[in-house]
C-alpha cells in the first residue's frame, strides 16, 4: 500500500492568507496527525520560526518583513532571520549597557529562545554559557531593592535630630 501524500502548496495557501501559523493549525490544514510530515512538507516551502513563544510560529520567507535589528514581527511573534542578526542585535545595545545589564538582557533572549536559547545567544553576544546561566538564575531569582535608593530613616529628619 503507498503511503498518504501531503501536498505542500496547502500549506503556502494557508500561511499566505493567515501570514502565520502554528503547528497544530499546519496540522489541521495538511489533514495529519503528525509532526514531522508538516516539519518536511515547510523545509520544502523555506520557512522561518518564531523565537519568541518557543519557535511556535511559523511563516514564509517570501512572506516576512525584517526590521534594522533583522527581527520579523506579526501581532505578538516575534522571528529573527540569521545569529548574524542576533549579534547585530547585541552589537546596537551593549554601548548603552553596563555588564550586569548585558548579562540580563542576554539572559532574557535566551530565555525567550527556548532550547538551544543559551548556545545560540552565547554565540551571538560573545557572553559565555556560564556566564548567561547566571543571568538567567538572576532573572528567575527575587529582585533586588532597586541601588541608590537610601530609605526613610536616613532623610532630613535624622539630620535635625543629629544637629
Known amino acids: 500500500m503507498r503511503p498518504t501524500s ?39 516551502l523555506d520557512y522561518l520560526a518564531s523565537y519568541t513563544h518557543r519557535g511556535r510560529f511559523y511563516t514564509l520567507t517570501e512572506i516576512a518583513r525584517f526590521d534594522d535589528h533583522g527581527l520579523w514581527s506579526h501581532e505578538a511573534a516575534l522571528g529573527m ?8 542585535y547585541f552589537a546596537g545595545m551593549w554601548p548603552h549597557l553596563d555588564e ?3 548579562r ?14 543559551i ?18 538564575g538572576e532573572l528567575q ?11 526613610v530613616s536616613e532623610g532630613p ?3 535635625r535630630a543629629a544637629s
Open 6 to 44: 501531503f501536498d505542500p502548496s496547502v500549506l503556502r495557501r494557508h500561511i499566505r492568507q493567515r501570514k502565520i501559523a502554528d503547528l497544530p493549525e499546519l496540522k489541521r490544514v495538511l489533514g495529519t496527525d503528525t509532526d514531522l510530515t508538516v516539519f518536511r512538507k515547510l523545509k520544502q
Open 81 to 88: 532571520e540569521t545569529g548574524a542578526q542576533l549579534a547585530q
Open 100 to 102: 550586569h545589564a548585558r
Open 104 to 117: 540580563l538582557v542576554a539572559a532574557s533572549q535566551a530565555v525567550k529562545l527556548g532550547y538551544g536559547g
Open 119 to 136: 548556545s545560540r545567544v552565547s554565540r551571538a553576544c560573545g557572553l559565555s554559557r556560564v556566564t548567561l546561566v547566571k543571568g538567567v
Open 141 to 151: 531569582a527575587a529582585p533586588l531593592k532597586p541601588a541608590g535608593r537610601g530609605s
Open 157 to 159: 529628619e535624622r539630620d
